[in-house]
C-alpha cells in the first residue's frame, strides 16, 4: 500500500527565502507525481506534473524534482513571496487514483 | 473553459438526512474522481468514475455512501443517513484521460458538508 509523506508539517520563512519541501513515497512504480497548492478553505490548484519518465518539471520560481528509485520528490521555491502562503501537497499515483501526503503549511513572512 | 464546478459549496444536514454533492468535469473531461479532506487530514481517495461506469470504488465505505457519473449531467455522491462523522470537505477532480495515461488531475473548489 503506497504511503506519502512530506517533511516538514509546517515551515515559516521571511520573504526572499529559497526553501525546499520534501515528498516521500514508499512504492516506487508509480506513474506519476503532482504538486499541488491549496489555499484554507479552497481547492487544490495544480503546480507540476511529473511523469515517471522525468526526472523534473519547472514553472515560474517553481522547480520539482522526482528520484523514483529512492521514492523522494523536492519541491524548490525560490525567492519565496508572501502570497506563496500556503499548504503544498504531493500526490502519487500507482494504480486508478492519487495517494496525498498530509502537506506542508508553508508561511512565507512579509 | 470552465474548471470543475462544485455544488453546493457549503451544505448542512442535520444527522439521518441525505446529502447530495455534484460535480461537473472539465469540458472534455470524462475521468472523475472524489475524494474527502478532515479537518486537519490529507485527502483520501472514494472512487473514480467514467461515464456512466463505476472503475474503483475502494475508498468509499460499503454502506451509505454512493457515486454516479451518468451519460449527462454531473456526477453525484450521494450519503444517505448523514452522521457526524461525515462532516468533511468533499473534492471532485477531472482528468481528460486516465491516470496511468498520463492523467493530470484538475480540482474543483470542494463541497464541505457539515452534519448538526
Known amino acids: 500500500k503506497q504511503e506519502v509523506t512530506q517533511i516538514p508539517a509546517a515551515l515559516s520563512v521571511p520573504e526572499g527565502e529559497n526553501l525546499v519541501l520534501n515528498c516521500s513515497f514508499t512504492d516506487s512504480a508509480i506513474y506519476n507525481l503532482q504538486w499541488f497548492r491549496q489555499d484554507p478553505g479552497k481547492g487544490l490548484t495544480s503546480l507540476l506534473l511529473?511523469?515517471?519518465?522525468?526526472r523534473e518539471q519547472t514553472s515560474g520560481r517553481l522547480n520539482a524534482s522526482l528520484d523514483k528509485s529512492s521514492g523522494r520528490s523536492t519541491l524548490y521555491i525560490a525567492a519565496s513571496q508572501p502570497g506563496d502562503s500556503a499548504t503544498y501537497l504531493c500526490a502519487v499515483s500507482n494504480n486508478n487514483d492519487m495517494r496525498f501526503g498530509a502537506g506542508t503549511r508553508l508561511t512565507v513572512k512579509p | 473553459n470552465a474548471g470543475v464546478m462544485q455544488n453546493p459549496r457549503h451544505l448542512v444536514r442535520r444527522r439521518g438526512q441525505e446529502a447530495r454533492l455534484r460535480c461537473s468535469p472539465m469540458k472534455g473531461h470524462s475521468h472523475v474522481y472524489w475524494y474527502r479532506q478532515l479537518p486537519e487530514e490529507g485527502l483520501k481517495f472514494m472512487v473514480y468514475l467514467q461515464k456512466e461506469n463505476i472503475i474503483d470504488e475502494s475508498g468509499m465505505p460499503k454502506e451509505r455512501f454512493s457515486a454516479e457519473f451518468p451519460k449527462e449531467g454531473p456526477s453525484i455522491l450521494r450519503i444517505q443517513q448523514v452522521v457526524r462523522g461525515d462532516s468533511a470537505a468533499y473534492f471532485c477532480?477531472?482528468?481528460?484521460?486516465?491516470?496511468?495515461?498520463?492523467?493530470?488531475?484538475?480540482f474543483g473548489e470542494g463541497s464541505r458538508l457539515t452534519v448538526l
Open positions: 511529473i511523469q515517471s519518465s522525468q
Open positions: 477532480a477531472s482528468s481528460p484521460y486516465s491516470i496511468p495515461n498520463t492523467g493530470e488531475l484538475f
